[in-house]
């Protein structure tokens, strides 16, 4: 017995099993629809497309069309949510804090907390300045230092600077979280120093200052339906006390 159209001609039927509703990594929607075949190929929707009325907060992802027996079609059109109209709940980001290396310049060593700028300065003319105009050696500018506890300090940066030790290794961390948004976010530029970068983590290591990097932003949806931003800060121990990133040079 041949299978017969019973329903309308000019209309599309959305059967008893639709909407489906799926909430995982996205929002989801399944619509499903029966009807005259050729009616269900010309309501077929492109991807990317909002959609309207009861689908207002909602992108079509694809649609497909099966043909049956009768010239009957089956209009299967599936959804995620997205667009500034969006409702649903947004996805949960993931977060990352890896272990860092860095090699600051071995004369921010804990261990030359009270050397001064000066004495500093001395070293570095005493190890590569060559002579002075009155023909001293400036190595031995570094014993004209008068303060006995400088003259300690500038002695031991300048013996482990003879021996190449130029920096040292300091562990620090690099900490990114992702946060999602119906809405185009806002970039940040970075170079931001902050004592707390916020997100999922409720627990980062301590005397830890904080440099906020450049964001980065990536397509989460269909057709700039959704947006992930991705937040990044490298984490830097104090050092004598005083943060590891210069407040002269990144904002705060």
Not at 176 to 181: G, L, M, N, R
């Amino acid at each position: 017995m041949p299978v017969i159209w019973k329903g309308p001609t000019n209309a599309l039927v959305m059967q008893p099993n639709s909407p489906a509703l799926t909430y995982g990594d996205r929002v989801k929607a399944v619509d499903v629809y029966k009807g005259p075949q050729p009616l269900c190929a010309a309501s077929m929707i492109p991807r990317g497309t909002f959609g309207t009325g009861f689908r207002t907060g909602w992108v079509c992802t694809q649609s497909a069309v099966a043909t049956e027996r009768g010239g009957i079609g089956t209009l299967t059109i599936e959804w995620e949510a997205g667009g500034s109209a969006a409702t649903q709940p947004l996805p949960a980001g993931s977060f990352s804090l890896d272990p860092q290396e860095l090699y600051p310049k071995i004369e921010r060593a804990g261990v030359f907390a009270d050397l001064k700028f000066d004495t500093i300065n001395i070293v570095y003319r005493g190890l590569y300045g060559g002579q002075t105009p009155n023909n001293i050696t400036t190595a031995s500018l570094v014993t004209l230092i008068a303060d006995p506890e400088q003259l300690s300090l500038a002695q031991l940066l300048l013996a482990k600077l003879q021996k190449g030790e130029e920096t040292f290794y300091l562990a620090s961390w690099r900490y990114s979280y992702e946060v999602f948004s119906y809405l185009e976010p806002a970039i940040n530029n970075g170079g931001e120093i902050t004592a707390n970068p916020g997100g999922p983590v409720a627990n980062l290591p301590g005397g830890v200052s904080w440099l906020r990097l450049a964001d980065k932003i990536e397509p989460a949806g269909v057709n700039g339906s959704m947006y992930k931003l991705t937040l990044n800060f490298l984490g830097g121990p104090a050092l004598g006390g005083v943060g590891y990133w210069d407040p002269d040079i990144y904002s705060s």
